[in-house]
């Protein structure tokens, strides 16, 4: 982060340049807690909105700029979370987060240019995966903050208690209880190349129709969930049990237009498909994968949330 020292007129402005080194982390941050790049973006353009509406007396007597940057924008993104409850209650299906492909940039340290240390990148990359961000979806916004800005940015509670305004005890208990729901959530850990694997027998199986095949990948009590958001055509309630995901790709696969192609990819870091129509990815399919067989699938068409596929 960017550090001033020494008060009075002497004191360097911080530059262009030095605040908007910030911007990566602010956007990694506030996608994290929003599941909405588009809406990381607003949040991270008013907390810069903020900054310059100060005078610059004002940003003078800020200390360090990163550290003030995150705290406004993590109050933002606290106030998204409140009224995002709300205006979910009105969406059309089941709402799901906004998967990102493989080229966005997760990463991005605490400590500027330097490497990310080994085990908090594994941190950082579960992070963003889409199958966390659901269960993420289940909290109340103070655990969601309090979690995220702690577990997965390493702040301390003192920090945490500063952004949110509770108490660094409350914090620590509010991070404790967003743990444990996501310890409960968490499938038997399987290889990248397993799940890969898993996933590609599943392109397979679809597309010849291998209804037996696809039974046999999917976990008997698999669900899976689908997001138009009143923009595309799909199922609104989650389909429940293997057989009948089955039956229903199956009958998807007949009714697939010629000129569609399904492909691999990487959605938010893991092993998905998307499916391509004239040159426009329409859909894609994000998979939780617990052993040898799928648990979740969720499939996003919303076009709204697929804008970052159009050029992937």
Known sequence: MTSQSG??????DPGLDAIMSERSQLINLAYRLLGSLAEAEDAVQETYTRWYAMSRQQR????VPGAWLTTVASRICLNVLSSARVRRETYV????????????EWISGRTGGAAAD??????LDESVNLAFLVVLESMTPAERVAFILHDVFRYSFAEVAEIVGRTPAACRRLASSARRRVRASQPSATPVAQRAGIVRDFKQAWEAKDIDALIGLLDPDATATADGGGLATTFLDPIEGGEQI???????????PGNMTLLETTVNGQPGLKARQDGVTVTVFAFEVAGDRIKHIWVVLNPEKLRRWTTD
């Open 7 to 12: 008060p009075g007129q002497g004191r360097a």
């Open 93 to 104: 299906g089941e709402w799901i987060p906004e998967p990102l492909p493989a080229r966005t």
């Open 118 to 123: 080994p085990a908090d990148r594994v941190t």
């Open 246 to 256: 089955a039956r229903a790709w199956v009958e998807l696969a007949r009714r697939r």
């Open 60 to 63: 003078d007597a800020i200390e």
